[in-house]
């Protein structure tokens, strides 16, 4: 996310929240006009989007976290995604065993 969009980005959120901007300035206790000018905004105050971050249950700090991860973070991320296609193929596999032992009881029957 880039910062030039970071106004509409929270104003997409807030749409697909279904707030309406009175909703969430009473949330944020600001004034609706203060929303407006949130939504015009090409910078924000860590603070302020951390409360929008809890009153709208969106992570918007998470497309900055990854831009700006290391490469231990990054090498830990790849060998989770490996084990956990590594755990999926052993689950289709037992799921094909499965199938094929089923197949045969039903014959036997």
Do not use: W
């Not at 959120?13 to 309406?20: A, D, E, M, Q």
């Not at 409360?51 to 290391?70: A, D, I």
């Not at 956990?84 to 065993?97: G, H, N, T, Y």
């Amino acid at each position: 996310m880039a910062k030039a969009i970071i106004g509409q980005e929270i104003k997409r959120v807030v749409k697909l929240r279904g707030l309406t901007v009175e909703e969430l300035a009473s949330a944020l206790n600001v004034s609706k006009p203060n929303i407006f000018d949130i939504y015009r905004r090409e910078t924000i105050d860590t603070g302020l989007l951390e409360r929008l971050c809890k009153v709208l249950n969106h992570n918007f700090f998470q497309p900055f976290s990854e831009r700006y991860q290391t490469d231990l973070q990054k090498e830990t991320i790849l060998l989770y995604k490996e084990q956990i296609d590594f755990l999926k193929s052993l689950v289709k596999e037992k799921d094909d065993m499965y199938q094929v032992l089923a197949k045969a009881l039903e014959k036997k029957k």
